[in-house]
């Protein structure tokens, strides 16, 4: 019976480290990807798409996000976490942060997107919105 059980302990802690490997080794080349020098960033934080705009919230700040065709592939997995079109997303992409044009309206910087990283949908609580309706 204990050797029974020592080996079902054994057999759970492999498999539960083989899962956590796979995730830092995702992670890892995401880092790497990140220090390589391409200029590029990796942003973690919320992101919104309206037919004109796009935004991206992190915890640092508010950014523009350059309308291209990734930021418009971006939007479209968004959709599936969204349950209605003002929901916002949790996402971490890899960009280029650029200072606004002068003599422009927006943000102070904008993000144009080179590569999706995740998307994945926000907790109840982090999604906050407050309706006004007439």
């Keep these: 019976m204990r050797n029974i059980l020592?080996?079902?302990v054994f057999a759970l802690s492999f498999s539960a480290c083989k899962k956590e490997s796979k995730q830092e080794e995702e992670t890892i080349e995401i880092i790497e990807k990140t220090i390589a020098n391409d200029g590029l960033t990796l942003i973690e934080g919320d992101f919104i798409y309206y037919e004109k705009a796009a935004v991206l919230?992190?915890?640092t700040g508010f950014f523009g996000v350059v309308l291209n065709e990734k930021t418009k592939e971006l939007a479209?997995?968004?959709k599936s976490?969204?349950?209605e079109n003002t929901d916002m997303v949790k996402v971490r992409v890899r960009g280029l942060i650029e200072p606004k044009a002068a003599n422009t309206e927006g943000w102070?910087?904008?993000v144009t997107i080179k590569e999706i990283v995740s998307v994945e949908s926000l907790t109840p609580e982090e999604n906050e919105?407050?309706?006004v309706s007439k």
């Design 6 to 8: 020592y080996l079902l």
């Design 57 to 59: 919230q992190t915890k």
């Design 76 to 78: 479209e997995k968004a």
């Design 81 to 83: 976490f969204q349950k």
């Design 108 to 110: 102070d910087y904008i």
């Design 129 to 131: 919105i407050i309706k």
